[in-house]
């Protein structure tokens, strides 16, 4: 029987669901591993079940059985792919089934930014509320305004469909223009980056992360928005240089912020704990429990898949890099 471990705990239906086809180790108890640590864990399994751990060339070379790594998550920045690709090991994610969970976590924490939701509650809190005043609280409209989307993929589609029930006008940034359909489904209208800065009064950014989009928005990007524009990051930590945008939120050159991502996630850097204009969540953007069960079988489905097992067996959903499965079949 093949092995695998499951590297953060996860259901236990869906660890069950994984016995049937296989031996395997779990970590129910969610300790972190360290590099040295996953890597040995790994030494003698044939595939792996993770949720954002990172898997370079050091790990996969302590792991000569290894043939695949299933992600529970959209994103594979934590995968080295080129080291996989020398090392033959397929690499699995879980598009699509947390769309709609995280744009609708884009458009919460849109609007608490702006409408200073988050400072609101904690100033009420304190006590401090105790007469109405024409400019209590003010913040800025979402109703009638202008949305920016960098990144038209399908989670930035489905923030800018959201768009429709607000009257909004949708702009977008992308690598290149999607089909001439969607945007006519969207209402929504191709600017290059720098006029989307200037024009957008709510600015969402729903990109993968890679070399090339790191500090997509920094200093400069910062200097070019609106000063009642708000900022969304729903994407990765390292996006938004998050030094340059704290210096912004305080000297407020932009309005407010919504981040669920941060650069050195869990860390974050503390200057945003100081600010008032910026909402801060922990990484939670598909974390409904139907969500997170979906991702959590797709990811499972791609591990059994992989492994020629079950009824997809040789043919898992959301391969990263297929053509590594060719070479098994002539090894």
Excluded: C
């Amino acid at each position: 029987m093949k092995k695998i471990l499951v590297a953060r705990a996860v259901f236990p239906d869906v660890i069950d669901r994984l016995g049937r086809y296989f031996d395997v180790e779990s970590n129910q108890a969610d300790h972190i591993f360290t590099s040295a640590e996953l890597g040995a864990k790994l030494a003698d399994k044939d595939g792996a079940f993770v949720a954002g751990e990172r898997i370079d060339a050091s790990i996969l070379a302590a792991a000569p059985r290894l043939r695949v790594v299933s992600n529970m998550a959209v994103g594979y920045n934590n995968f080295d792919i080129d080291a996989f690709n020398r090392a033959g090991v397929l690499g699995t994610n879980t598009p699509d089934v947390l769309n709609e969970t995280t744009a609708d976590m884009g458009w919460a924490l849109m609007m608490a930014a702006a409408r200073r939701m988050s400072e609101s509650e904690r100033w009420l809190r304190t006590g401090a509320w105790d007469r109405w005043a024409y400019d209590m609280l003010t913040g800025v409209d979402i109703h009638g305004s202008t949305l920016g989307v960098i990144g038209m993929g399908r989670i930035g589609q489905a923030v800018a469909r959201r768009a429709k029930g607000f009257g909004m006008r949708v702009v977008y940034h992308n690598r290149s223009r999607v089909a001439p359909e969607i945007e006519r489904e969207l209402n929504a209208e191709y600017l290059d980056k720098t006029a989307l800065l200037k024009t957008a009064d709510h600015i969402v950014l729903v990109l993968p992360y890679t070399a090339q989009s790191h500090h997509t928005i920094g200093a400069a990007e910062l200097a070019l928005m609106k000063p009642t524009a708000t900022l969304t990051n729903i994407a990765r930590g390292g996006i938004i240089d998050d030094a340059a945008l704290v210096v912004a939120l305080r000297e407020r050159r932009i309005a407010a912020a919504g981040l669920d991502v941060f650069e050195g996630e869990p860390k974050l850097n503390p200057g945003f704990l100081e600010l008032p204009s910026v909402v801060l969540t922990p990484h939670i953007g598909s974390a409904t429990e139907g969500t997170r069960r979906a991702m959590a079988n797709l990811a499972a489905d791609n591990l059994i898949a992989a492994l020629g097992e079950g009824p997809q067996a040789g043919q898992p959903p959301s391969p990263i890099n297929p053509d590594v499965m060719a070479r098994w079949v002539s090894a």
